[in-house]
């Protein structure tokens, strides 16, 4: 996967999958997704795990509400940190 933002860092799209194989002189513009799903930081981790399950999706792109990358949150990554967070005793949700 790779993203694609604008100057100021907002994402604009995603390219994934077979566009790979799409010819290398093609604009971005023309084999990217437009406006792909993004979640904000504030969610809950549980939460934001539990929905990334059920869509079974490996990853979510976390932005701030302006739509500035902030980051890839990659569902094998939550998953650990709630594994430790209950180890430790932490409140989960």
Do not use: H
């Not at 907002?10 to 971005?28: C, F, N, Q």
């Not at 990334?52 to 990853?59: D, F, H, P, T």
């Not at 976390?62 to 890839?72: E, F, P, R, Y």
Request: hydrophobic fraction near 35%; proline fraction near 5%.
């Amino acid at each position: 996967m790779c993203l694609v933002v604008n100057e100021s860092d907002v994402v604009l799209g995603r390219i994934r999958g077979e566009v790979w194989e799409a010819d290398p002189d093609s604009p971005v513009e023309q084999v990217m997704e437009n406006g792909p799903t993004t979640f904000r930081p504030d969610n809950f981790l549980e939460s934001l795990i539990r929905r990334m399950r059920e869509r079974k999706v490996g990853s979510v792109i976390l932005t701030n509400s302006d739509g500035v990358l902030i980051g890839i949150l990659y569902r094998k990554d939550g998953e650990e940190q709630l594994r430790q967070d209950q180890v430790a005793g932490l409140p989960v949700g």
